[in-house]
């Protein structure tokens, strides 16, 4: 089966990818080295991978996308002109950046090469669309310093507290985002339970 022996390469070059760009940083590692880890030659990780910012694309997108994602249904449920209940909202992104950790994890530390394909600039989007839903669009600097601070420090969670359970971080993580928030954004109890299942069981 070529399709899946094919799929599986890739698979694995990104992982051993994203290892080395975490360990040694993006600009210090080489598609000659992630070749080398994995045993292959550089002419058959060209084959999946035109260059190193094909490969770093590659591993980024699906986080841009599934954070979008969650963000346009929010956006489109409550029309942009209206809070959404942020406890609710904050459990759905934790998952998403629970999820793409060690993307999340890159994004934060290695932040000069991303910025170059445009995706620090997705970040600074998604956290103002995030604010905008959290506390309105008409909402204070302090409120909306407020949210700017419960959104960093739940990325950072992600980061700093990697050795904690995926339940007990995201209950810590949230819960301290809502209490960021104070009484900004109807942070509330969830209205639907916590979305655990979107992780991975791989990732516990």
């Given at each position: 089966?070529?399709?899946?022996?094919?799929?599986?390469?890739?698979?694995?070059?990104?992982?051993?990818?994203?290892?080395?760009?975490?360990?040694?940083?993006?600009?210090?590692?080489?598609?000659?080295?992630?070749?080398?880890?994995?045993?292959?030659?550089?002419?058959?990780?060209?084959?999946?991978?035109?260059?190193?910012?094909?490969?770093?694309?590659?591993?980024?997108?699906?986080?841009?996308?599934?954070?979008?994602?969650?963000?346009?249904?929010?956006?489109?449920?409550?029309?942009?002109?209206?809070?959404?209940?942020?406890?609710?909202?904050?459990?759905?992104?934790?998952?998403?950046?629970?999820?793409?950790?060690?993307?999340?994890?890159?994004?934060?530390?290695?932040?000069?090469?991303?910025?170059?394909?445009?995706?620090?600039?997705?970040?600074?989007?998604?956290?103002?669309?995030?604010?905008?839903?959290?506390?309105?669009?008409?909402?204070?600097?302090?409120?909306?310093?407020?949210?700017?601070?419960?959104?960093?420090?739940?990325?950072?969670?992600?980061?700093?507290?990697?050795?904690?359970?995926?339940?007990?971080?995201?209950?810590?993580?949230?819960?301290?985002?809502?209490?960021?928030?104070?009484?900004v954004g109807a942070a509330?109890?969830?209205?639907?339970?916590?979305?655990?299942?979107?992780?991975?069981?791989?990732?516990?």
């Amino acid at each position: 089966m070529p399709r899946a022996r094919s799929t599986e390469t890739r698979d694995r070059i990104q992982a051993a990818a994203l290892e080395l760009f975490a360990t040694h940083g993006i600009r210090e590692t080489s598609l000659r080295q992630i070749a080398e880890r994995l045993g292959i030659t550089k002419p058959a990780l060209y084959y999946h991978f035109a260059s190193r910012e094909d490969l770093l694309r590659s591993l980024v997108q699906p986080l841009v996308d599934e954070v979008d994602a969650v963000i346009a249904e929010d956006e489109a449920r409550h029309g942009g002109d209206e809070q959404v209940n942020a406890r609710e909202l904050l459990t759905r992104y934790f998952d998403v950046s629970y999820k793409h950790r060690d993307v999340t994890a890159l994004l934060l530390r290695d932040i000069a090469p991303l910025g170059e394909l445009g995706f620090l600039q997705n970040v600074v989007d998604w956290r103002r669309r995030l604010t905008t839903l959290l506390v309105g669009p008409d909402a204070g600097v302090a409120d909306r310093a407020r949210a700017i601070v419960a959104l960093g420090g739940l990325g950072d969670c992600l980061i700093l507290l990697a050795d904690v359970p995926v339940d007990e971080l995201r209950t810590a993580a949230v819960d301290a985002a809502c209490a960021a928030l104070g009484d900004v954004g109807a942070a509330g109890p969830a209205s639907t339970p916590p979305l655990s299942p979107r992780v991975d069981a791989a990732d516990h």
